[in-house]
């Protein structure tokens, strides 16, 4: 049962370059979420879905956009790479709402951006 | 609006020692609390979890929290800290708006040292 799996683990871009990571989770979890942490920040909600075809705004999803076509896959995307989004980032998935929300993180990928 | 704040940055204790890492919140509603771990260039890893149900709560590796409305607090502890306990802990807080996601709200990170 391998959880949550984020592709690539690592990411070099340059400015202006675009790209999309991956995550994919085999638990049936019907959320998912995108976190970046920065030192000093904790963990900051990007964007997340409570469902197949669903997506909804978090905290800072200026610059990034998602997808989750199907309830396994949740894909990140960010259109015009900024040096601002050098960060690494987490995917997690959850059960439910409320107290069955435990999360299940991925291993993070780490993007930066010159 | 709601909050959580971790009192320390940076907490280092020596190995066999008690570890407190301290957690507040601010919260209108009746919240659900978690800690969890991140160990170096790893993912978060759940240690415990409150949800209504006994004020003292017991997580994995001996750790333990106790849920302090009166002080809106949720304080993690482990009477005696061991090398593999040295990793960053967040505290995290799902306000219960009633609605149907509920909201996470994650604290900066509280990072563990454990001297030999």
């Known amino acids: 049962n391998a959880g949550v799996t984020q592709t690539p683990k690592f990411r070099v871009l340059k400015t202006g370059q675009s790209m999309t990571l991956l995550c994919a989770q085999d638990?049936?979890?019907?959320?998912m979420y995108w976190y970046r942490q920065d030192p000093g920040m904790g963990l900051r909600l990007i964007h997340y879905?409570?469902?197949?075809?669903?997506?909804a705004k978090g905290e800072v999803p200026d610059g990034y956009n998602v997808s989750r076509l199907k309830k396994q896959n949740f894909l990140l995307g960010l259109e015009s790479a900024a040096p601002s989004q050098t960060s690494v980032y987490f995917c997690a998935s959850s059960r439910g709402a409320r107290g069955a929300n435990v999360l299940t993180f991925g291993a993070g990928s780490r993007l930066t951006v010159l | 609006a709601q909050s959580v704040t971790q009192l320390d940055s940076h907490v280092s204790v020596s190995e066999g020692t008690p570890v407190l890492l301290r957690c507040n919140y601010s919260?209108?509603?009746?919240?659900?609390l978690f800690w969890y771990v991140q160990h170096p260039n790893k993912g978060l890893q759940l240690l415990l979890k409150?949800?209504?149900?006994?004020?003292l709560v017991k997580g994995i590796n001996g750790f333990e929290a106790e849920f302090k409305k009166s002080e809106t607090s949720f304080h993690l502890t482990k009477p005696s800290a061991h090398m593999s306990d040295a990793a960053e802990y967040f505290c995290v807080v799902i306000m219960d708006y009633g609605g149907s996601q509920g909201n996470l709200i994650f604290g900066k990170g509280t990072k563990l040292s454990v001297k030999p």
């Open positions: 409150y949800t209504s149900a006994a004020t």
């Open positions: 919260s209108s509603y009746s919240p659900s």
């Open positions: 638990m049936n979890h019907e959320y």
């Open positions: 879905s409570v469902g197949e075809g669903t997506t």
